[in-house]
């Protein structure tokens, strides 16, 4: 029987396309969940649309000062 479903392609040995990290993967931008936040056109009872994300913020940790240090010799 007969697949309705497109044949993959066949891949060469030497094919220099490679696969994504699985870590790209899972990367959601606000782009994506644009269209799921939009207002439906023609509706009156809709309120607005506010999506709340905490900011992760790190501060730069500040430069290790060098240690000093003195010498006292007597002659």
């Known amino acids: 029987m007969d697949s309705m479903l497109p044949q993959p392609l066949a891949q060469s040995q030497n094919s220099e396309t490679a696969q994504p990290a699985a870590n790209e993967l899972l990367i959601v931008s606000p782009q994506m969940l644009i269209d799921y936040f939009k207002p439906m056109a023609g ?33």
Do not use: D
Request: aromatic share 6%.
């Open 43 to 75: 509706s009156t009872n809709g309120s607005g649309v506010s999506v709340l994300m905490p900011v992760n913020f790190t501060p730069a940790t500040p430069a290790a000062t060098p240690s000093s240090r003195a010498i006292y010799k007597t002659q």
